[in-house]
């Protein structure tokens, strides 16, 4: 089964490459835009050995592809 | 020779390597030319350290710099004994990709995120330390924008943990001297016993006037052997 993992930095942390992308957006008068969060996608495939998925895709998640200090994640079942 | 070389030469010091590492010969060098250490290299897959007296973790990409600097190398079997090494007390100094391992392992607090320029800084920074000298070496980083929130920031100044700021020659922590969006521009950070040391500078790079003029480099691993 294939799983969706996104990773952003928490609200409070800056995000220049979001704040960049913005600035470029208002500097070609693009109206309404009032923000810009850049995040990672990541697709994780588990199989039919992995006894029990959604606590693995957490743990993946937790410890290794989002850190807490700055970032958080989401998770999200794409393919049963 | 100084007796205190000749004490420092009997230290046991492992210098580890990860895939990517790029560091680790300046490392072992600068500690054999200038304080008659003989290190050992480390390899990222032993589960087990021999026995030493300290640890460098050292700069370079490990793991191509993949996931979050230092993230992927964290997680590398030597790390889990590098982690109980330094519970028990151990010395362990992180140079620039050494200290982003060392965060992401939990060993020192904080995170190392992109610089705010998201650009790769390579030049020569001043460094404020605790005692208020002012030391020149270089950085040479892409992720070296150290995060941590209100909350912890407050502690780590609290328990006077902020090794390094980064400062202008005269030693005013500003922002024009801040290359990177470090929050209170710090450059480095000791564990709470200080026998941990993480830094974005590198000293093992200023260690010879041939190396482009400094050797403050000297001043930060005596100060690390010293305290081992």
């Known amino acids: 089964?294939?799983?969706?993992?996104?990773?952003?930095?928490?609200?409070?942390?800056l995000d220049p490459e979001g704040r960049a992308i913005q600035e470029v957006l208002k500097l070609q008068g693009v109206a309404g835009v009032s923000g810009v969060t850049v995040a990672k996608r990541y697709l994780v495939t588990l199989d039919a050995t992995c006894?029990?998925?959604?606590?693995?895709?957490?743990d993946v998640a937790s410890r290794y592809l989002a850190n807490p200090v700055a970032q958080v994640y989401q998770v999200k079942r794409l393919h049963p | 020779m100084s007796p205190q070389k000749d004490a420092a030469s009997s230290l046991?010091?492992?210098v580890l390597q990860f895939p990517g590492s790029n560091c680790d010969a300046?490392?072992?060098?600068?500690?054999?030319?200038?304080?008659?250490?003989?290190?050992?290299l480390v390899w990222h897959q032993d589960t087990k350290l021999p026995k030493l007296d300290a640890v460098i973790v050292p700069g370079g990409f490990s793991f191509g710099d993949?996931?979050?600097s230092g993230a992927l190398a964290a997680h590398a079997p030597v790390m889990q004994d590098v982690k109980r090494f330094s519970e028990k007390g151990g010395a362990v100094l992180g140079i620039c990709n050494g200290f982003q391992i060392l965060v992401e392992s939990k060993i020192l607090p904080?995170?190392?995120?992109?610089?705010?320029?998201?650009?790769?800084i390579c030049k020569t920074v001043h460094l404020k330390d605790q005692s208020g000298n002012v030391l020149t070496m270089p950085i040479a980083h892409g992720e070296g924008?150290?995060?941590?929130?209100?909350?912890?920031?407050?502690a780590l100044t609290d328990e006077g943990m902020i090794a390094y700021q980064y400062s202008s020659l005269a030693g005013e922590v500003d922002e024009a001297s801040n290359p990177n969006g470090s929050v209170s521009n710090i450059a480095g950070i000791y564990s709470k016993n200080k026998k941990v040391l993480g830094m974005m500078p590198h000293p093992e790079r200023a260690t010879d006037v041939a190396m482009g003029g400094s050797k403050d480099g000297l001043v930060v691993l005596r100060n690390f052997i010293e305290r081992i």
């Open chain 1, 1 to 13: 089964m294939e799983f969706e993992v996104l990773v952003q930095l928490k609200s409070e942390v």
């Open chain 1, 51 to 58: 006894k029990n998925p959604e606590a693995t895709i957490q």
């Open chain 2, 12 to 14: 046991r010091v492992g």
């Open chain 2, 26 to 40: 300046d490392c072992v060098d600068a500690l054999r030319r200038h304080f008659q250490i003989e290190a050992t």
């Open chain 2, 66 to 68: 993949y996931l979050r």
């Open chain 2, 110 to 120: 904080g995170i190392l995120l992109h610089n705010l320029s998201q650009t790769f």
């Open chain 2, 145 to 154: 924008r150290f995060y941590i929130d209100k909350k912890d920031l407050a």
